[in-house]
């Protein structure tokens, strides 16, 4: 009987060291699913992320397009909020367009950028070799163009007609004022005389310039003059903020005038594609897209600003439409959106309150 209890005791012994193993492996299979769970997670985070956009959106009357990405392109996500044309019944979404505004004075920086890389010009280039006609143009550089330091100023007034590509510069030429004072000014008219001097090397229009060097190198689908538009894609009505879709006039006239600093439509995805192809060589190389960017040594340079923490943002406002830009200098953090009915708070704080989304 002793001999068979002793032999029981480690049976017993043997029996709990196994229950401990399978135990263990237990566990481990089940940290093993918690880890494969994990790996989901970016799904669950976008998921996440455009719910509290559009919980935003919403709290802020806002009416267009968000596009979010905390992962370059392939993981972007765009929300759609409200009607584009509310009297016809037409949702904002993937086929709608917007007026660029401001957002396009990068656009042309970039084809800048890319005439310097060529030789066709440089950064210390004089306007007076395009421009001999404007006060001071001997001392103003295409540099100082770029950056907003001219000493150009210039109004934003409606013509009395709608203006030709053509007719545009010259409206610019009649309308602008050089004071000889480099600090830095914000103006439309920099960037209508840098469109200008496109037309003026390459011999071709700027809206050429826009197919040949921009939509077609990164095939764009919704980058176009309002007025070329294709059947399938619709421009969105502007509507007052805080309203129930009370539209605003359109003034064609005003939009006319501001070639190469806002007279094209866009939507969130398009514009997201060219400030990528600013710096993935498609549009620009990084060093070509560093250059545009004035080394990052200045807050405002080639159609954006640069912030301390490495961020970039460009902010456009037409017409009662809002467009705005904020990512990472290397576009891997972004948020783009483009609105038919403005947020009714300050667009910089929406458009922070957005991007934080995804930083």
């Known amino acids: 009987m002793m001999r068979l209890s002793k ?30 769970n994990v790996v989901k997670m970016p799904d669950a985070q976008a998921s996440s992320v455009t719910s509290q956009a559009k919980v935003l959106a919403k709290k802020y009357h806002f009416k267009g397009q968000i596009m979010l990405t905390k992962n370059y392109a392939g993981k972007a996500e765009t929300i759609y909020v409200g009607d584009a044309n509310h009297k016809k019944g037409l949702k904002n979404n993937k086929n709608t367009i917007y007026p660029t505004a401001s957002l396009q004075k990068a656009i042309t920086g970039a084809m800048i950028e890319q005439l310097v890389a060529k030789h066709k010009l440089s950064m210390t280039t004089k306007l007076s ?143 997201y594609k060219i400030i990528c192809g600013m710096r993935n060589g498609k549009v620009l190389t990084r060093s070509q897209y560093t250059q545009l960017r004035h080394n990052y040594q200045v807050s405002y340079a080639g159609g954006m600003y640069r912030y301390a923490d490495g961020t970039k943002s460009n902010h456009g406002a037409d017409n009662g439409y809002d467009s705005y830009m904020y990512a990472t200098e290397g576009n891997q953090h972004a948020m783009v959106y483009f609105a038919n009915q403005r947020s009714t708070i300050d667009a910089n704080t929406f458009a922070a309150k957005l991007y934080a989304l995804v930083r």
Do not use: C
């Open 129 to 271: 070799k395009y421009y001999p006609q404007v006060k001071n143009s001997q001392s103003i550089t295409i540099r100082q163009l770029l950056d907003h330091t001219s000493g150009i100023y210039m109004a934003e007034t409606a013509p009395s007609s709608v203006l030709t590509e053509q007719q545009a510069y010259r409206y610019t030429l009649t309308h602008l004022t050089s004071t000889g004072n480099h600090a830095y000014h914000y103006t439309n008219a920099n960037y209508t005389l840098l469109a200008g001097i496109i037309t003026k090397i390459t011999k071709k229009s700027y809206a050429h310039n826009i197919q040949t060097r921009i939509v077609k190198p990164l095939k764009l689908t919704h980058t176009t003059d309002k007025y070329q538009a294709s059947d399938n894609l619709v421009a969105a009505v502007s509507y007052r903020a805080g309203t129930t879709y009370q539209a605003r006039a359109y003034e064609k006239r005003l939009f006319s005038s501001l070639v190469g600093a806002g007279n094209l439509y866009t939507n969130a995805h398009d514009y």
């Open 7 to 36: 032999l029981n005791r480690r049976f017993l012994i043997i029996s709990i060291k196994l229950i401990k193993q399978v135990s263990l492996l237990s566990l481990s299979l089940t940290l093993f699913a918690t880890a494969i």
